[in-house]
Nanobody, 117 residues
């Protein structure tokens, strides 16, 4: 059974940094596109960043230059380093795994990030 467990996040001042981590239990990590999504209060869930099995990355325009996604295939984990955080980054952040060959998709439960003074 595949499970995603997020950690990190919390409350930070504007301009600060946080790091989110996501650990995947199961055997599909190395063949999966891993992603971080976020959902702010009253808004739809949006894609923040992705990383492919080969390590290619892609980012939403709103976080380019501030956020970095990385993956560790040996540890079945993916991370999101968030720098220069802004109040508009406040949201619940979700880890996502998409095993392309089988089209299997798994979600973490979500982890809140609050950027406020």
């Amino acid at each position: 059974q595949v499970q995603l467990v997020e950690s990190g996040g919390g409350l930070v001042l504007p301009g600060g940094s946080l790091r989110l981590s996501c650990a995947l239990s199961g055997s599909i990590f190395s063949d999966s596109v891993m992603a971080w999504y976020r959902q702010a209060p009253g808004k739809q869930r949006e894609l923040v960043a992705t990383t492919t099995p080969s390590g290619s990355t892609n980012y939403a325009d709103s976080v380019k230059g501030r956020f970095t996604i990385s993956r560790d295939n040996a540890k079945n984990s993916v991370h999101l380093q968030m720098n220069n955080l802004k109040p508009e980054d406040t949201a619940v952040y979700f880890c996502n795994a998409h095993h392309v060959r089988t089209n299997f998709i798994a979600w973490g439960k979500g982890h809140p990030v609050t950027v406020s003074s």
